[in-house]
């Protein structure tokens, strides 16, 4: 696996590996925009390192609409609809995220204008998972999930069993631009969070019928 740590640094246009800033996109993917209208925040991106199984070498991108901060519900069912991540299931009642893989992708024109541009840095550790198969509690990509009320597995629209892609601890700030406004229901005045800061599991496609077949399981 590989630990994710943000640091200090500004990012510039270009950076790959980033909270905020100047998201990679395919060309012909549009900066992904909320059911509501607005905009999405680019919350981060980073490169898969090559040897993250099954979803190495991908461009990895977590966006979040900044008007919409809510936790995303589990669906009764394991198998998910089509175009979930457009439409999430019951008792979700839209989709104010949108979590993409890609390929090499071109610079886009604008920074974020929400969240501080700030540098990531992936480090790889050794996961070996406790005895009931269970990673560490971390922000990662990679390794195994580390999981707070019990394992969730859910089956993509194709067909394909979602594999774990990665993790974002409980109450991760990501510091806001100070000209942003306030984050509605943050646990802080000077950070946004994702899913009201709950622990997020991103479950993705292995199959890649979509770059945007992703599913963020929350649990607190
Ligand atoms: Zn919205
Ligand atoms: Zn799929």
């Known amino acids: 696996m590989f630990l994710i740590e943000i640091t200090s640094t500004s990012a510039v246009a270009g950076d790959r590996n ?41 461009h990895l991108l977590a966006f979040q609409c900044p008007r919409h901060n809510e936790a995303c ?25 949108r979590i993409l893989r890609q390929g090499a992708g071109v610079t886009a024109a604008t920074a974020d204008p929400y969240l501080q541009p700030l540098r990531l840095m992936l480090e790889r550790a050794e996961e070996a998972g406790d005895r009931n198969g269970n990673g560490t509690f971390a922000f990662k990509v990679g390794g195994l999930p580390a999981w707070l009320q019990g394992p969730e597995h859910y089956r993509c629209a194709c067909g394909s069993e979602l594999a774990f892609l ?14 942003a406004a306030e984050q509605i229901d943050s646990f802080s005045a000077n950070e946004y969070c994702m899913f009201l800061g709950n622990e997020i599991y991103l479950l993705a496609c292995p199959a890649r019928c979509d770059p945007a077949a992703v599913w963020p399981v929350n649990q607190n």
């Open 73 to 97: 519900f589990p669906p009764r069912e394991k198998q998910l609809p089509p175009l979930y991540w457009n439409q999430p299931p019951p008792p979700n009642e839209m989709s104010f995220w």
């Open 18 to 58: 980033t909270i905020g800033g100047w998201p990679i996109l395919d060309p012909g993917q549009p900066w992904p925009v909320c059911r509501c209208g607005t905009r999405m925040a680019l919350f981060f991106q980073l490169d898969l390192p090559p040897d993250v199984p099954t979803f190495g070498g991908d």
């Open 166 to 179: 990665g993790q974002v601890p409980e109450n991760l700030g990501f510091p806001k631009q100070p000209e």
